[in-house]
């Protein structure tokens, strides 16, 4: 019977985290066309410029879109098994 809840778990955590990056990746895109330069700096000064967020989200949004689908499908699965048990 928890299959049930972890796999629709899975499928609700992974869209909530899809939706969140989807709007993660609006704010970082807006950031740095408000600022191209955080385009071009390392992560080091993006951090010390309070953008680091932005940075890792605008250089790596593909994995950073996995890792939430990732985590938030995982926590969403053990919490859909574990009451649906």
């Known amino acids: 019977?928890?299959?049930r809840g972890a796999v629709a778990g899975a499928v609700f955590g992974g869209a909530i985290?899809?939706?969140i990056m989807?709007?993660?990746k609006l704010v970082a895109n807006a950031n740095v066309l408000v600022r191209p330069e955080l385009a071009n700096v390392s992560i080091f000064n993006a951090y010390w410029a309070g953008h680091a967020?932005?940075?890792i989200i605008y250089n790596y949004p593909g994995q950073?879109?996995?890792a939430a689908?990732?985590?938030l499908g995982g926590l969403a699965a053990l919490i859909g098994y574990a009451?649906?048990?």
């Open 53 to 55: 967020k932005d940075w």
């Open 64 to 66: 950073t879109t996995a």
């Open 1 to 3: 019977m928890g299959a």
């Open 17 to 19: 985290g899809e939706g």
């Open 69 to 71: 689908v990732i985590a």
């Open 83 to 85: 009451y649906d048990s």
């Open 22 to 24: 989807w709007y993660e």
